[in-house]
C-alpha cells in the first residue's frame, strides 16, 4: 500500500507524451495475465489536461522555423513576377478554444483546437524575369493576419514496450489569410497582385511547418515524461518496470494502459504471469484510477529488504515517547531498570526486518507478516555499546494507507505479535511479569505504530523528492481487495511543470 502514491506518478505520465510511433508491439495471447500495473485515464481527466494541449500548440507555432517561400506567376503586361518571402516569425498568437474526444470507434483522440489566431510578419521581395534572366530588386515589410482551426487524431500504440501515441495526422484549416504590406491595411494594386497566388503555397507551408513543430514539441515532452516516470519508480539499484503488458486501450469514456509492474534489483527480477486484473475491477466516476498488484508490492518489499532499506534506529525524544507511553509507577520502574538509569540522548534502539515481509492484500486492508528484531544499547563514553534488550518477533499487522495533505498516511488497524527470542539485563530469565507485560503493551500500542508512521513519514519525502507534491490530488482513495489495490483519485495538472519545461527547452 505505501508504495501507491509513488507508482501513482510514473504510471499517470506514461500517457502523457505525444510522439510519432514506428513499429507497434507484440504481446501474447493472455496479455492481462502478466499485468500488475494499469493506469485508467477517464474523459474528466482528458478535458482537463486538454487545457494544457494549448500551451503546446503556442510552443509549437512560436518555436515554429518557416523556410522561405518562393514562387513565379506570369502576369499579363509584367511578364513573370518572381516573389519569395523570408524571415517568418509569428507574434500575437491565441487561441479561442480546445476540445477533445475520445472516439473508441477509431480507437483515437480528437483534439479541435478553434480560432487560432495569428500575425505572421516578414519581408516580401518581388521583381520580374525575362526569359533569360531573374532580377529581385524591391522588398517591403509584411504581415500575415491568420484565422485557423487546428485538427489533432491522436491513435495509442505500442513502440518498444512504451504508450507512443501516433500525432501525424494533423490538419489545418484557414480561415482568414490576409496580407498587409508596410503596414497599410486598406487593398492596393501590390497587395492585390500578391495575394492570391501566395496565400496558396504559404497555407501549405504553415501546415507542414506547424504540424512538424507539433510533433517535434510532442516528443520532447514524451522524453520529458517518460525520463520523469522512469526515475519516480527507481530508488537507487530497485527499479519498477513500466513497459507495457498489452496495447493501450481508448473506450468513449476512458483511456487505459496495462503495464508490466514487476520489480527489477540488481541482476534479479521478479515475474507474474497469474495477474487477477480484468477491465470490470475499474470504473468511470473517478478522474484517474491505479489497479496495482499483490504481487508488485511483494516484489517491492523483497527488493527492499534485500537492499537493507527496512531499518529504523530511534533515539532520543522519540525513544522517549516509545518507552514513555504512559505515566505509570510500573512503566517507570520498568524503563528504570532497562536502561539502568541512563539518558534516552545516550541510548538507541535499531529495529530490522530479520526476513522478507510477506504482503497480501486484503478487504480489511494490507496484511503484513514479519519476522523483527529489536535492540537497544546503551552508549558509554569510552566503551562498546551495552545491549541492553534484544528481541526477535513474528509480527502480523494490518494496515490501512491513506494519502492527504500531500502526506501518506499509515495506520495499523490489527497487530499480533509473537515474542521468539528474548534478552534483557534486567529480565535474566525472561519471567519478570511486570517487564514482559510493558514490553508486550509497548510495541503493540506505541511500537507498531511508530514504525509504521516512520515508514510513511520516509516514503513521503521519497515520493515528494520525485516531485509527486507538485500534484494536486483530490479526494484520493485506497481501496484494498483480494490480491490487489486500486487508488482512484481526482486531481489538478501542475501547468508548470510544463511551462518550465518548454521553456528551457525551446
Known sequence: MCWAGR??????????????????????????????????????????????????????????????????????????????????????????????????????????????????????????????????????????????????????????????????????????????????????????????????????????????????????????????????????????????????????RYIESHHKGTVLYKNSSSVLSDSVFSPSLLTESRMLYFWLSEHSFSSLAAAAFLDGQLVLNLRGEKLQELFEMEDTEVQRKAVQRIFQGTSYNDSVAKVWSLTQPQISFQPEGTVVRSSVAVEVSILLAGEEPLVALYMEKEITVTIQATYAEKKLILQPVDSSVEIKVFKCTADPSGEDPSIQSFLQNMILVAGIPEVTSSIGSALTSLMNSKRLDLFDIINPEIITRKGYVIVQLDFGFPNHLLLNFLEKSL
Not at 504540424?211 to 520529458?224: D, G, P, S, Y
Open 7 to 252: 507508482i501513482m506518478l510514473g504510471t499517470f505520465s506514461i500517457l502523457l507524451g505525444l510522439v510519432h510511433a514506428a513499429a507497434a508491439c507484440e504481446f501474447g495471447p493472455f496479455p492481462y495475465r502478466g499485468t500488475g500495473i494499469v493506469c485508467r485515464m477517464t474523459k474528466p481527466a482528458a478535458l482537463l489536461l486538454n487545457q494544457e494541449i494549448a500551451q503546446v500548440i503556442q510552443a509549437a507555432f512560436r518555436n515554429a522555423k518557416f523556410p522561405n517561400v518562393t514562387g513565379e506567376r506570369s502576369m499579363r503586361l509584367l511578364g513573370r513576377v518572381a516573389y519569395a518571402l523570408s524571415d517568418i516569425q509569428v507574434n500575437d498568437l491565441s487561441i479561442e478554444r480546445s476540445e477533445v474526444e475520445l472516439k473508441e470507434e477509431d480507437g483515437a483522440i480528437h483534439i479541435s483546437i478553434r480560432n487560432v489566431t495569428a500575425l505572421f510578419k516578414g519581408t516580401l521581395s518581388y521583381g520580374y524575369t525575362g526569359a533569360w534572366f531573374l532580377q529581385l530588386f524591391h522588398s517591403v515589410d509584411f504581415e500575415i493576419e491568420s484565422s485557423i482551426d487546428l485538427q489533432l487524431n491522436i491513435n495509442l500504440m505500442c513502440q518498444k514496450d512504451r504508450v507512443a501515441p501516433d500525432a501525424s495526422d494533423c490538419y489545418l484549416t484557414f480561415h482568414k489569410l490576409t496580407l498587409h504590406l508596410q503596414g497599410d491595411k486598406q487593398p492596393g494594386w501590390l497587395k492585390q497582385l500578391f495575394t492570391d497566388f501566395i496565400s496558396f503555397t504559404l497555407k501549405l507551408v504553415l501546415k507542414r511547418e506547424v504540424c512538424k513543430e507539433i510533433n517535434a514539441v510532442a516528443q520532447m515532452l514524451t522524453n520529458f515524461v517518460i525520463d520523469l516516470a522512469a526515475n519516480f519508480v527507481r530508488d537507487q539499484d530497485i527499479v519498477v518496470d513500466i513497459s507495457l503488458a498489452s496495447d493501450p486501450v481508448i473506450k468513449a
